[in-house]
């Protein structure tokens, strides 16, 4: 995926998860998630943003409302960082 890809999914607001504001190292856990959207599915791309500004991208580890809904456990990989 590239960034301009990432800006277009973004600005239609599809596979996107919001993150807290926070400088991100590694991968992402679901205590560091704010909300994703529902049709993320485990293995899709999505892209990371945090208040409409680009973070990243990575493949999901678990659905959408599973991000949102879990306690504990990794999200997503994370495979660029902007």
Not at 3 to 9: H, I, P, Q, V
Not at 55 to 61: D, I, T
Not at 66 to 70: P, Y
């Given at each position: 995926m590239t960034?301009?890809?990432?800006?277009?999914?973004l600005?239609?607001?599809l596979y996107t998860v919001e993150i807290h504001d926070f400088?991100?190292?590694g991968d992402l856990?679901?205590?560091g998630i704010r909300d994703a959207s529902p049709e993320i599915r485990p293995g899709d791309d999505v892209v990371l943003h945090s208040e409409g500004r680009l973070?990243?991208?990575?493949?999901?580890?678990l659905a959408g409302h599973?991000?949102?809904?879990?306690r504990r456990g990794m999200a997503v990989k994370v495979r660029k960082r902007f």
């Open positions: 960034r301009r890809g990432c800006e277009l999914l600005r239609e607001g400088p991100m190292r856990f679901v205590g973070k990243g991208f990575g493949r999901s580890l599973e991000m949102v809904r879990l």
